[in-house]
């Protein structure tokens, strides 16, 4: 699923190229959020989305689309990248919960921790899909929760996926 081109790339260039990427694609600048941090592994990205004319509601705060769409794509983007070719990942559902209205730059981390993906691998092995829920805290620069996005993404074996969709017709 990830670019052949990505995984030749040494993981510090690589981590760069998936933030410019994230930064430059038109549907995800328009969020006004910003990649602000990739590790090299692709485990951790940290997205922030400050409070400027582009992303202020009417009353002052940030504007909630905004906030749920910034954390679009990370996790399955980490995921694509930590499985690899044989698997798909899409976003299959999301929901966000608003605590308080942000009134200062708020900050995502998406993390896939080992223990996570090993719990992951070891699902794949029993079933040929899943869908795995994340929760992603929208928080200001004091720690303190404005959002909660859940976002349920899915996950399958390529050979079973494209059967299932295809009717095992690989056109």
């Given amino acids: 699923m990830k670019p052949a081109w990505l995984a030749k790339l040494p993981p510090v260039w690589r981590a760069r190229m998936v933030r410019l990427g994230f930064n430059l694609h038109p549907a995800f600048r328009g969020t006004g959020g910003r990649v602000v941090h990739v590790t090299p592994d692709l485990r951790h990205i940290r997205i922030a989305l400050p409070l400027n004319w582009r992303t202020k509601n009417i009353v002052g705060s940030l504007y909630g689309g905004s906030l749920f769409a910034m954390t ?50 070891a699902a794949l092995a029993q079933t040929p899909e899943l869908e795995r829920l994340f929760l992603v805290e929208l928080k200001d620069a004091h ?29």
Avoid: C
Avoid at 81 to 106: C, E, H, N, Q
């Fill in 143 to 171: 720690g303190e929760v404005h959002a909660v996005v859940e976002r349920t993404v899915y996950i399958a074996e390529k050979n079973y996926y494209s059967q299932k969709t295809n009717g095992g017709d690989d056109r």
């Fill in 72 to 121: 679009d794509g990370a996790h399955p983007m980490m995921l694509m990248a930590a499985l690899g070719d044989a698997y798909v990942v899409w976003d299959k559902a999301a929901s966000i919960r608003y605590k308080k209205p942000g009134r200062s730059t708020l900050t995502a981390d998406f993390v896939l921790d080992e223990a996570e993906l090993a719990a992951i691998r």
